[in-house]
């Protein structure tokens, strides 16, 4: 699944193609990946893309039309999906079956929503306002911006594995699987360490390394695992540099000892049980 890293990559990247440019149109070919409006945007011009933890919006800039109704079209890629844009010279090609929505500017140009999982899904909804009261509401802080003081209130009230607990979109917005194991690595905090456990000086710890490594995930254009590219098909880089995810049975770059493999509220997780184990002591706050 894309998380903050590829997904903000992929709002970058959707933003330089699409700013200050009006949607001609908009194809729907699956009806039930859109929830709300199907409008999605038809005639608007798009003045910024926004993102909170690993969702992005089209947000227009309202125009004269103070009745249309949807001026903001808010994306989940899910575990699969993608935002391209395709050049008219290239949008003649037979259409991906896993091609769901299409918008098209005036020149031709296309950005295609495709997924083919269905895990994902567009939101057509009237303006920012509703995006932040019915859709980017029921979201925790962006792990981008969470204070040290808000993560601890959240892991202080849930007894849950720490994993778990940093999974959680409620309490911190924008991680998932990749990025928890590489954070929890990097802060030598072990998985299953009981989130209430963690003391003040260890949110700062996880604060600080979280901004580090998505910021430098980010940089890398995200990480490409199986099929995730940016909106112009480039793909991440960031895989080369992880020290943790996905490396079960190979030696910690830390103390050379074989990385374990375990599972962790459903989800395969990779961590040293010599450089982290120690962590899951539960210490004073």
Known sequence: MPELPEVETVRRTLEAAVRGKRIA?????????????????????????????????????????????????????????????????DSDAPRDPHVHVVWELPDGTQVRFRDPRRFGGVWGLADEAELLDTRWNKLGPDALVITPGQLHAGLSRTKRALKAALLDQHLVAGLGNIYVDELLFATRLHPLKPACGITKPESQRLIRAMRRILNRATQAGGS?????VDATGRSGGFQMQHKAYGRGGEPCRGCGEPLDTMVVAGRTTTACNHCQLGSIVSRER
């Open 25 to 89: 149109s908009v194809r729907v070919h699956r009806a039930d990946v859109v929830r709300g409006s199907d409008a999605l945007l038809v005639g608007e011009r798009i003045d910024r893309v926004v993102r909170k933890g690993k969702q992005l919006a089209m947000v227009s800039d309202g125009g004269q039309k103070k009745n249309t109704a949807c001026r903001c079209a808010c994306v989940h890629l899910g575990m699969s999906g993608s935002l391209r844009v395709v050049h008219r010279s």
């Open 224 to 228: 490409t695992l199986r099929d995730y």
